[in-house]
């Protein structure tokens, strides 16, 4: 393997590389972590689960736990405020199979932050060690924290929240390289997140852009043990391999309309028998547009997906569009 590219260790799990899944909402289901592992990543994240909807045992949030025997090693992130909610939704997630409880403290999500969770943990430093040490204290399995480098373009948080991290017990961090009221926009700030490696002894996620190996090898060099890639990753999960290829010399994956097509339908059989026929396939609605793209017909194509409700005629339209692909 590249220097750059090699096995990531988080506490007592053993990665098989530092490229990482990131946690999306309503996008890294099991199904779509199962493809990004066989995609090439070395850790997958789960889209995150609010402690307290788990505290009152709802049962969506619950089902959001589940871990699929092929999709390890896995990470799975939490949010909230309290610390008693907090602790218990760590030994849910351990008790589900995760290999990684994660705590959002990044999210600027006005639902979220509203709720006293997410990036609005920024701003109280010491309740987001003490959210951090309940989760530590609970489980047997590593505790993460995943934050932004500041909340504005006025004050740099990142070291400190990093180092925050590390003496309350986590065994790495992921850090977003934009601030909160960025959200996903504008150029990631590879100083400083180069500045937040330097702090801490604990391994470093860098997140926020990753779109191709260029960007990792940024991240990379400014001290991140790992890279955390998030959209990148939606529509190609072959992207993990696809960066691993490009830094090591080897021969990328193919990435024709028809394989990506191929891709999908794969994506979609595994939603299918994940949630059924109708949860799968309108799951699976969400992304059509990063999947169906770049041939001829493409929109006709999506539009008429988008009208299907089952899988013998998502298999019929496919199979039809391959035919000219």
Known sequence: MSALIHPLQIGSVACANNLVLAPMAGITDSPFRVLCLRGGAGLVCAEMVSAHALHYGNPRSGRMLQV???????????????????????????????????LNAGCPVKKINKAGAGCVLMKEPDKLARLIEAAV????????????????????LGARLAQLAESAGAAAVTMHARAAVD???????VDALARVCAAVKIPVIGNGGVLTAQDAVKFLQAGCAGVMIGRGAVGNPLIFGDIIAELTGQAPAAHTPKE???????????????????????????TAGYWIKDFPNAAEVRGQFVRIDTLAGVRELFARVLETL
């Open 183 to 189: 959200v996903h926009s504008g150029a990631p700030d």
């Open 137 to 156: 204290k609970s489980v047997k399995i590593p505790v993460t924290l995943k934050t932004r480098i500041a909340l504005n373009h006025k004050e740099f």
């Open 68 to 102: 699929n025997a092929k999709e390890h090693p896995v990470s799975m992130q939490i949010f909230g405020s309290d610390e008693e909610t907090i602790a218990q939704a760590a030994r849910n997630a351990q008790e589900a199979g995760a290999d990684i409880v994660d």
């Open 260 to 286: 990506r097509l191929k891709t999908y339908q794969a994506l979609i059989e595994e939603n299918v028998s994940f949630y059924g026929e109708r949860i799968g396939i309108n799951r699976s609605r969400k």
